[in-house]
T-cell receptor, first 112, second 114 residues
Framework: KAGVTQTPRYLIKTRGQQVTLSCSPI?????VSWYQQTPGQGLQFLFE???????NKGNFPGRFSGRQFSNSRSEMNVSTLELGDSALYLC???????????FGEGSWLTVV | AQSVTQLDSQVPVFEEAPVELRCNYS??????LFWYVQYPNQGLQLLLK??????LVKGINGFEAEFNKSQTSFHLRKPSVHISDTAEYFC????????????FGSGTKLNVKP
């Protein structure tokens, strides 16, 4: 059974640019959450999508956005990149509430 | 809102010795508790979870944890560690209204020495 797939795995962007990260969940999983992991702030919840609707969100500025498609694949977008956005972005998926959550290997974003 | 404290940022231990990784949480509502492990350059893997019922939870790779409501703790234990257990361990909490929204601790790096 295929796991959670995140693309791209590594990318380098320049300040002011925007970036889009993709997450393909395990087949049958309809909930997709995103987390940012940095050495200073640790793991922080960005948002969760379920059936194409944002069901929950964390405390991040509006530059961080996401969406979910009808096939449950999700994308997150960060606009006007700042140096502090350099992080590992993790996607986590599950069937629904109460089910085990599986994490992808993440997308490493470096902003220069 | 919930918060999680992992007091030990690093725990060195010799192979075959027992280990305990500490986790304390703060919440005004009933919580669900989780331990995840992260190997270098990888995502997080679920070790075990407490949703309800027995306070002693057994997970994969010989790990177990005990939920203590009065002390608001969920410490992770293993009676005998292996070199392959070297990784970073994260404690996380969520609640009934926001099950898929995890609050993570800052992590504990377990370094198993031969």
């Amino acid at each position: 059974k295929a796991g959670v797939t995140q693309t791209p795995r590594y990318l380098i962007k320049t300040r002011g640019q925007q970036v889009t990260l993709s997450c393909s969940p395990i087949s049958g999983h309809r909930s997709v959450s995103w987390y940012q992991q940095t050495p200073g702030q640790g793991l922080q919840f960005l948002f969760e999508y379920f059936s194409e609707t944002q069901r929950n969100k964390g405390n991040f500025p509006g530059r961080f956005s996401g969406r979910q498609f009808s096939n449950s694949r999700s994308e997150m977008n960060v606009s006007t990149l700042e140096l502090g956005d350099s992080a590992l972005y993790l996607c986590a998926t599950s069937i629904d509430i109460g089910n085990t959550i599986y994490f992808g290997e993440g997308s490493w974003l470096t902003v220069v | 809102a919930q918060s999680v404290t992992q007091l030990d940022s690093q725990v060195p231990v010799f192979e075959e010795a027992p280990v305990e990784l500490r986790c304390n949480y703060s919440s005004s509502v009933s919580v669900y508790l989780f331990w995840y492990v992260q190997y270098p350059n990888q995502g997080l893997q679920l070790l075990l979870k407490y949703l309800s019922g027995s306070t002693l939870v057994k997970g994969i790779n010989g790990f177990e944890a005990e939920f203590n409501k009065s002390q608001t703790s969920f410490h992770l234990r293993k009676p005998s560690v292996h070199i392959s257990d070297t990784a970073e361990y994260f404690c996380a909490v969520s609640d009934r209204g926001n099950f898929n929204k995890f609050y993570f601790g800052s992590g504990t790096k377990l370094n198993v020495k031969p």
